[in-house]
């Protein structure tokens, strides 16, 4: 396959294309086979291709051999070895160090601290999926937006091609969908309760002879009342009403973001061209802001204003706005939280709601802004929005006290490069994170890799995040984890219960029968546990721990000995985090 870059829209015209999106089949001799437009066609693409394969092979007009290709990771060995594929958006936990990464097309959400070492994954196998469970038995398919919670100590995840909203809970360490079931919803107001939603549907019952019910819908109750007329045999109808459930279904999630105000997740439904919200207190998920058209309107509530595939999220300073990358309107936008309604910040097309192709790459001040495709924003502690341009391949920066945007990243051009940030090169970056004291995290998604900036340097510069003890996901039965967890089949596992105090003493005996002896006693007793301490109205934090108490053999004339296992817990500093929105 050759890709074309149609910046002057050349090959558009020429080819009489007036629709997005619109595959044009072209035969070896040059001429047009077949032109489709619209979504959806992907039945009729593969018959018209294998038709043409077969009537061109056969009269020998077919070249089979390798196209010359170059790849851009091969100019580069860290894209060779990344352990990630195509990542798509980004979270950070700014107290206790910790940067969540959706790995995409890994299925995965891989867990680090700030400077790239491995913590943790969630959905180790890399399987497609749609499971709840513990952290290696969770399966996702193509997880993007994620938005964490500080005080439960939870992530919230845009499982994108399950169409659900996942939870992922760092105290238990477990998985669980709030929303969704994995099919692809139509449903443009929502309002379900957790998985599903309770519908009141009525069924009619008739009795036609004595002892015998007929349940049929109501659909066909006007024919049967007909039938009752011509036959002068009136029927006994008796309208019977069963609540019927089935699953709240969302469309392509792309992103989220969580207030811990309100209790409340927003969905950005890149699929319904709407912002949804889901209540955490009552379960519920309901459309927010947006008509459902594919537009770029802007309006003064929920009902007059249209999207066009939202992609990104990110909270304003005062949380009173979400800022929304509109990625087929290639525009930035803020919506009112109050209102539902929403303004434009900068590019887009702004007297014609329906023109979507007002894109490019240009810098400048609101509707005169050109970006193109924008799957990323994040607002940041210095008071900017930053935009992850995506197929300009480009950052960029946004003042939304006078809607200047300015370029901080990227050449326009995709590849690979480090350095000066104006002359350093990324693919397709899609999301944006800010981690505090100026460093901005960047999911480079085509490199598949991460890179940073520090903002707080005058001259930017692009570096890429390098990861350690990271791996790409392996086959469920070779997960280390599970081998650590595994135990002989001779091994007797005995359950005893914990106790309640908060204080006491671990006695351990192992007795053997008379005229017996030990020969070896080789032990070595290991306690886990993760600390995790609160204030009232305050974020949680946590402390990973692990004791390891070797034993020897006893010494029968020694005295009973205590062995305390003891740390002391140092709170980390929370006073330089009052600024950094609660999730990207």
Known sequence: MQVVNDGDMFLWRELGVNSWPTFTVIGPTGKIIAQISGEGRRKDLDDIVEAALVFYGKRKMLDDSALPLRLEKDNDPRLLTSPLKFPGKLAVDILNKRLFISDSNHNRIVVTDLDGNYITQVGSSGEEGLRDGNFDDATFNRPQGLAYNTKRNVLYVADTENHALREVDFVTDMVRTLAGNGSKGSDYKGGGIGKSQASLRTRYSISLWPQTTVFLSGSLLLVLRLLSHLLNSPLKIQAVYKHVTFFQLLNSPWDVCFDATTK???????????????????????????????????????????????????????????????????????????????????????????????????????????????????????????????????????????????????????????????????????GLVDAGNGKLFIADTNNNVIRYMDLNNGEPVLLTLELKGVHPPAPRTRTMKRLRKR?????????????????????????????????????????????????????????????????????????PNDVTLQYDVKPKDTRDTSMLPATL
């Not at 002989?488 to 053997?512: A, M």
């Open 264 to 430: 409340r997740v927003y969905i950005a439904m890149a699929g319904q061209h709407q912002i949804w919200e889901h209540d955490l207190e009552n379960a519920s998920t309901t459309a927010f802001s947006g008509d459902g058209y594919e537009r770029n309107l802007n309006g003064s509530s929920a009902t007059s204003t249209s999207y066009a595939q939202p992609s990104g999220m990110s909270f304003s300073s005062d949380m009173k706005e979400i800022y929304i990358a509109d990625s087929e309107s290639s525009s930035i936008r803020a919506l009112d939280l109050k209102t539902g309604g929403s303004r434009l910040l900068a590019g887009g097309d702004p007297i014609f709601p329906d023109n979507l192709f007002k894109y490019g790459d240009h810098d400048g001040i609101g509707s005169e802004v050109l970006l193109q495709h924008p799957l990323g924003v994040c607002f940041a502690q210095d008071g900017q929005v930053y935009i992850a341009d995506s197929y300009n391949h480009k950052v960029k920066k946004l003042d939304p006290s006078n809607k200047r945007v300015t370029t901080l990243a990227g050449i326009g051009k995709a590849g690979f490069k480090d350095g000066k940030a104006l002359a350093a090169q990324l693919s397709e970056p899609s």
């Open 487 to 559: 135990v002989t089949p001779d091994t007797q596992i005995i359950k005893v219960s914990g106790s309640q105090s908060n204080e006491g003493n671990l006695d351990l005996r192992i007795s053997l029968p008379s005229g017996y002896h030990f020969s070896k006693l080789d032990m070595k007793l290991s306690i886990s546990l993760q600390v995790y301490y609160c204030k009232v109205d305050e974020v949680c934090l946590y402390q990973s721990l692990a004791f390891e108490v070797p034993f020897k053999e006893g010494i029968l004339e020694a005295d």
